[in-house]
């Protein structure tokens, strides 16, 4: 949960490196995404979403993605 009480939620993590209600800086690792199943197993697949108050949000609306 952040400041302006929107969550954030990631899933699908093989590892988790921080703890629930842990205060977390910019840039700290919170996990790492499990190896693909597919052919290619340099890229993983994790799920990352952004929710305020009972909805969800776009998280481009919110974070820049470079």
Known sequence: QH???TETWYGNLEEIQVNLYEY???RKVVGT???SAGDDKTKGKYYF???KGDAFIDPIQVI???
């Open 3 to 5: 400041a302006d009480e």
């Open 64 to 66: 820049r993605f470079d």
């Open 33 to 35: 995404v499990s190896v």
């Open 49 to 51: 979403a952004i929710k």
């Open 24 to 26: 977390i800086e910019k």
